[in-house]
């Protein structure tokens, strides 16, 4: 028996996987249904559609810079299992605020005045509800699992996610916005219930004072976190990664309706490849390390990511030589377009080659500490997650302001893969003369 499928039969993992593959479904139907029915129903111009979506993205990640260092410091020194339980039933009276707003745009009413302020509130609260899950669902699990089993149990985490992700954009783009309001209450209501399994996780050591200055904490929190070299490169190229995935996402919707002249469940299609990918790239990295958390692959890993995110430029620029006019294709008729796949692919391609740069980074966070500690350390790599992913939607946003083709903006997230990959040498060299 793998140690994958191992845990996968353990209540120790189980109902944590669940819960957080709940959550990051229902943070993903939610925004991308928001999203979709925007872009596709409310706005008719390509520059303020991508920054509605850069708008978005910065409203969800926000709290994540704000926040994480409390919820750092609380996962650190409360029982972790009763915060999950916590945050699920805030999750339950969010997605009611949520869901009012996608029913009240799907009818029309007060769309801009009422309906999309609602909808904006609650993704941002589901950015402060994620940014006091987050740091637990990595740190409890040298809690509750043996340590040559921390990189299968993070590699699960995160291709669940992105299983999670995948379903949740799937439906976003496939079913009727006020279906989707009602699946987005049920979940949360589930999500509930499984965080109730979740076996108790007491604080490791001793119990200090919680300092409520969010700003203060903060800078404690990064000063404290990054004297470790290790951990601090693993933060830095984390954070430079998903500044990288940052501009991505918010570019797929607008390059789908406006470069490749495609519908919403395409956009949707795009997203589920990137998801699958990552997944793919989420659990292969586990065989291919044996269990053992290193980045011996991750510099290999961004630098093969950016070159199939220049071929992804490559086969957009083509696809405008070879298409004429302005509707916009469904599924069958995009997927009967010669370049379909050659799309298709390179998502799915740069998607793998990011699972296996970012996953075995996830694993230093929690490796490298002290267990009492591994909250927090999650925590600081959040805030320097964070304030990197809203620097890429403001780049995003900005360079649709000033008229940047967004095909051209490709070639900027594929130039940045080589910083990435310059972080993760350090962080390889730093590994090997740690073990010398």
Same mark, same amino acid.
């Given at each position: 028996?793998?140690?994958?499928?191992?845990?996968?039969?353990?209540?120790?993992?189980?109902?944590?996987?669940?819960?957080?593959?709940?959550?990051?479904?229902?943070?993903?139907?939610?925004?991308?249904?928001?999203?979709?029915?925007?872009?596709?129903?409310?706005?008719?111009?390509?520059?303020?559609?991508?920054?509605?979506?850069?708008?978005?993205?910065?409203?969800?990640?926000?709290?994540?810079?704000?926040?994480?260092?409390?919820?750092?410091?609380?996962?650190?020194?409360?029982?972790?299992?009763?915060?999950?339980?916590?945050?699920?039933?805030?999750?339950?009276?969010?997605?009611?605020?949520?869901?009012?707003?996608?029913?009240?745009?799907?009818?029309?009413?007060?769309?801009?005045?009422?309906?999309?302020?609602?909808?904006?509130?609650?993704?941002?609260?589901?950015?402060?509800?994620?940014?006091?899950?987050?740091?637990?669902?990595?740190?409890?699990?040298?809690?509750?699992?043996?340590?040559?089993?921390?990189?299968?149990?993070?590699?699960?985490?995160?291709?669940?996610?992105?299983?999670?992700?995948?379903?949740?954009?799937?439906?976003?783009?496939?079913?009727?916005?006020?279906?989707?309001?009602?699946?987005?209450?049920?979940?949360?209501?589930?999500?509930?219930?499984?965080?109730?399994?979740?076996?108790?996780?007491?604080?490791?050591?001793?119990?200090?004072?919680?300092?409520?200055?969010?700003?203060?904490?903060?800078?404690?929190?990064?000063?404290?976190?990054?004297?470790?070299?290790?951990?601090?490169?693993?933060?830095?190229?984390?954070?430079?990664?998903?500044?990288?995935?940052?501009?991505?996402?918010?570019?797929?919707?607008?390059?789908?309706?406006?470069?490749?002249?495609?519908?919403?469940?395409?956009?949707?299609?795009?997203? =589920?490849?990137?998801?699958?990918? %990552?997944?793919? *790239?989420?659990?292969?990295?586990? +065989? !291919? @390390?044996?269990?053992?958390? /290193? &980045?011996?692959?991750?510099?290999?890993?961004?630098?093969?990511?950016?070159?199939?995110?220049?071929?992804?430029?490559?086969?957009?620029?083509?696809?405008?030589?070879?298409?004429?006019?302005?509707?916009?294709?469904?599924?069958?008729?995009?997927?009967?377009?010669?370049?379909?796949?050659?799309?298709?692919?390179?998502?799915?391609?740069?998607?793998?080659?990011?699972?296996?740069?970012?996953?075995?980074?996830?694993?230093?966070?929690?490796?490298?500490?002290?267990?009492?500690?591994?909250?927090?350390? =999650?925590?600081?790599?959040?805030? %320097?997650?964070? *304030?990197?992913?809203?620097?890429? +939607? !403001? @780049?995003?946003?900005?360079? /649709? &302001?000033?008229?940047?083709?967004?095909?051209?903006?490709?070639?900027?997230?594929?130039?940045?893969?080589?910083?990435?990959?310059?972080?993760?040498?350090?962080?390889?060299?730093?590994?090997?003369?740690?073990?010398?």
């Amino acid at each position: 028996m793998t140690t994958t499928t191992h845990l996968l039969r353990q209540r120790r993992f189980l109902p944590l996987f669940v819960t957080q593959l709940l959550n990051a479904f229902n943070d993903n139907l939610f925004k991308n249904a928001m999203v979709l029915f925007v872009v596709y129903s409310v706005y008719n111009s390509e520059a303020a559609e991508a920054q509605f979506s850069a708008i978005a993205s910065g409203l969800f990640i926000l709290p994540f810079f704000l926040l994480s260092a409390l919820s750092g410091q609380l996962a650190d020194m409360r029982d972790k299992a009763r915060i999950i339980r916590a945050v699920k039933m805030a999750e339950i009276f969010i997605m009611l605020c949520g869901a009012a707003g996608l029913v009240l745009a799907w009818h029309g009413f007060m769309t801009h005045t009422l309906a999309i302020p609602l909808m904006l509130a609650a993704l941002f609260a589901m950015g402060i509800h994620s940014t006091f899950f987050g740091p637990i669902k990595y740190a409890i699990l040298p809690q509750h699992l043996e340590k040559h089993e921390v990189l299968a149990g993070t590699g699960l985490v995160e291709a669940g996610t992105y299983i999670a992700i995948l379903f949740g954009t799937i439906l976003a783009g496939w079913i009727p916005v006020e279906w989707a309001a009602a699946v987005v209450v049920f979940t949360a209501i589930v999500g509930y219930f499984t965080s109730r399994q979740v076996p108790s996780a007491e604080p490791v050591g001793e119990k200090q004072p919680i300092d409520r200055n969010v700003i203060r904490s903060s800078i404690d929190l990064i000063r404290n976190t990054m004297h470790e070299r290790e951990v601090f490169l693993a933060i830095m190229a984390i954070s430079f990664f998903w500044t990288i995935g940052a501009v991505l996402f918010i570019q797929f919707p607008p390059l789908a309706k406006n470069v490749l002249l495609a519908t919403k469940e395409v956009a949707s299609l795009f997203l =589920v490849m990137f998801s699958i990918g %990552v997944a793919a *790239g989420s659990v292969s990295i586990n +065989a !291919l @390390l044996k269990g053992r958390v /290193s &980045a011996r692959y991750a510099p290999a890993s961004v630098i093969v990511m950016g070159i199939f995110v220049a071929g992804f430029w490559f086969v957009c620029r083509a696809w405008q030589a070879s298409t004429t006019g302005t509707q916009l294709m469904g599924v069958s008729e995009f997927l009967s377009h010669p370049l379909a796949f050659a799309v298709l692919g390179m998502l799915l391609l740069i998607a793998i080659a990011g699972g296996m740069f970012v996953v075995p980074l996830y694993a230093f966070l929690t490796t490298k500490v002290d267990p009492g500690q591994a909250a927090r350390t =999650v925590a600081a790599n959040n805030i %320097v997650n964070s *304030g990197a992913m809203v620097g890429g +939607a !403001l @780049l995003a946003a900005g360079l /649709s &302001a000033i008229k940047v083709p967004l095909t051209e903006q490709l070639l900027l997230s594929a130039a940045m893969c080589l910083v990435s990959a310059w972080l993760a040498l350090l962080l390889f060299r730093a590994e090997k003369a740690a073990c010398a």
